[in-house]
């Protein structure tokens, strides 16, 4: 694309937590979300623009699993977004950053 960077990103985060395995209603509520700007992204996506969905099980729980439904995985298909899971196996409160 042209322009002044060869590279760019916009990166937006939602912080969901569950007490249990499951999280397939946030991830509805998230498409839900997504869908309402259905015509920016397919914009995106015309101009060579990559929309990715990262879903990312971060905490100390030794287990995490749901089921997202095929109407589900549908909704992301028609809204051209690609669906990225990405799974910690380090105990997150043993991590530790520095700044």
Request: with cysteine; hydrophobic share 35%.
């Amino acid at each position: 694309m042209p322009g002044t960077y060869r590279d760019s990103r916009w990166r937006h985060a939602w912080d969901y937590q569950t007490t249990g395995q499951h999280f397939v209603n946030q991830i509805e509520t998230l498409i839900d979300g997504l869908e309402s700007h259905k015509v920016f992204l397919e914009h995106l996506r015309s101009t060579g623009g990559q929309i990715h969905v990262i879903v990312q099980f971060l905490g100390d729980k030794g287990y995490f699993g749901d089921s997202l439904p095929h109407h589900m995985l549908a909704r992301l298909v028609e809204l051209g977004v690609d669906l990225d899971i990405e799974c910690y196996t380090v105990p997150q409160t043993s991590m530790t950053t520095s700044g």
